[in-house]
Each structure stands twice: as C-alpha cells, then as structure tokens.
C-alpha cells in the first residue's frame, strides 16, 4: 500500500505513543515520517534486542524509542500509558503493536527450518523453497508442521511453488539437519522432524506452522474488547473499542482472525497512518471549537 499523502497541516501537539516495536509498528513509523507528520512519536519496545531498521527509526528527529521499556498499563481515561519500570507516557492517539507469542515452546531445532507465523512470511517462505531447489536441481520435498489457519496458507504457499507438502499436526520434539552436498558447495538445511516416540518424516525441507497468540494483555487495563480466541477486536479503520486507541499487526482480531494472517504489515500500518493523520488534522480545529 503507498504511503499516505503529505498533510504538513497536522498539529505539532500530536502525540502519537507505539506500544510495541515490531514490523508493524516499525512500519508505523516509516509511513507517518514519509507523510511528513510533525507531532511526536514515541515507540514503546517490547523487544529484547535492537534490529537496525528500528535503530535508523530511531534517528528520525520526531521518534523516539524506549529500547527494553515495554506498555504494561493503559489508562484510557487520562490516555497515559506506563512501562513496566514506571515511566509514564502522555498520549493523543496510541496504537497496539505488540504482535503475537507461539502457544508452545520452541521446538529444539527450529532455527534450521523455514517458520509461518503471519502472511508476512509468505515470500520469505517461497524464496526459502526456491532456494532450496536450486540447490538440489528438483523440487523438494516439504515437511509441514502444524494446524489452523496459518499452516492451510503455509501449505498453500508451498503448493503454489510446486512442493507437494507432506503435512503433520503432530508436533515434534526435535528437527534435524542434515547436509546436501553439490559440486563444491553444500547446503545445511532442515530434513527431518523427530516425535517424542522415536518416529520420524524426512524430507528437504521442514516448515513451521505452529499456533500463535495475540499478546494482548495491555487490553484488560484499557478495557478494551478483545476476541475469543485472542486480539484486540479492531473495526475495519483498525479502531479498538475505546477511542484513541488502535491495534495493528498481531495484537489485533478482525472478525476473530489474528490481523497477522489477513492484512501484510505494511498495509495494516499505511492504512492506519492514513487515520492517524486524519485525527491530528482534525484535533486544531475541534480545539477550536471549543
């Protein structure tokens, strides 16, 4: 989605609070500097670790970013938000972008096989198998781990690219790699899953598509309306129950679904900035008023 139109009319008193630093908000960001939004913003990070692109957010003169200061507490009545060492943060307008959590621990190996969380990974996962194909000079044999909605995109993406996906909901206790040698060069990619009985799939490559939750715990402070399965229920402008709050990314339920697996960041984060920017236009002229 482009970015929203320039709008040098909104009011420097804006003060727009990100709780969360991920893709999404760190899209967030991106899409209101391009818009040229002269209020401030302060990104609230939820992160233990400090990835460049937030980093060069960072910079920008009208961010900042509390690095390891995650929101704990929302009072939607004074809109203050507070971190969980106690510094508290006057807001106008606050958006949730805390992502998502997987329900189970991780399983030992998993940083050697391709993973499916979001519709975000999508084109990470195809360049993952195209790669992969190259390598062996055939399509490959996939090994789909998981249930619900994103393991069925998982697959769709794998079929799409031509890999017949042999898919289990069982979990497994363990992924192996294992190397595939080609002329001079060789791979090490993930080939075989591991059950807690001692069974196992092989195949060429393993991907992850295992249930998440939304982290959604800022929404009983605020009293916000959260889905059953978890999320912050969003309208389709991604408006929360509670006014001068938003959720994007992960944190938020359209329609029950985690926002991840319906809207790319970039697109949820383009058209809530779009919103953003309408309210700060807005807020000069209600002052006005009265």
């Not at 003169?61 to 203050?80: E, K, L, M, W, Y």
């Not at 805390?98 to 189970?104: C, L, M, N």
Request: net charge neutral; with cysteine; proline share 6%.
């Amino acid at each position: 989605m482009s970015a929203p139109a320039p709008t040098p009319s909104t009011s420097a008193a804006t003060r727009i609070v990100i709780a969360g630093a991920g893709p999404a908000a760190q899209a967030l960001v991106a899409q209101l500097d391009r818009a040229r939004f002269t209020g401030t913003i302060t990104v609230l990070s939820n992160r233990d670790d400090t990835p460049t692109e937030l980093l060069e957010l960072a910079m920008l003169p009208q961010v900042s970013v509390r690095f390891g200061q995650p929101a704990s507490h929302i009072d939607a009545v004074n809109r203050t938000v507070a971190t969980a060492d106690g510094m508290e943060f006057a807001y106008d307008q606050l958006v949730i972008a805390t992502g998502s959590a997987p329900v189970a621990s991780p399983v030992d190996g998993a940083g050697q096989c391709l993973s499916y969380a979001t519709i975000d990974d999508a084109p990470r996962v195809a360049k993952g198998i195209q790669k992969v194909a190259r390598e062996l000079g055939r399509r490959p044999v996939g090994i789909l781990v998981g249930t619900g909605a994103a393991a069925g995109q998982a697959e769709a993406v794998l079929r799409a690219k031509g890999v017949r996906p042999i898919r289990t909901t069982a979990r497994p206790a363990a992924i192996i790699p294992a190397v595939v040698s080609g002329g001079s060069a060789s791979r090490q990619a993930a080939s075989a899953v591991v059950f807690e009985d001692g069974s196992s799939m092989t195949g060429d490559l393993v991907v992850l598509a295992e249930e998440r939750v939304s982290r959604d715990g800022l929404a009983a402070s605020a009293g916000l309306q959260t889905a059953a399965g978890g999320g912050i229920v969003i309208s389709r402008d991604y408006r929360s129950s509670v006014p001068g709050i938003w959720a994007i990314g992960d944190a938020a339920a359209f329609d029950g679904v985690r926002l991840g697996l319906l809207v790319a960041a970039a697109s949820a984060a383009g058209a809530c900035a779009t919103q953003l920017l309408t309210e700060a236009s807005a807020a000069p002229a209600l002052q006005a008023a009265a």
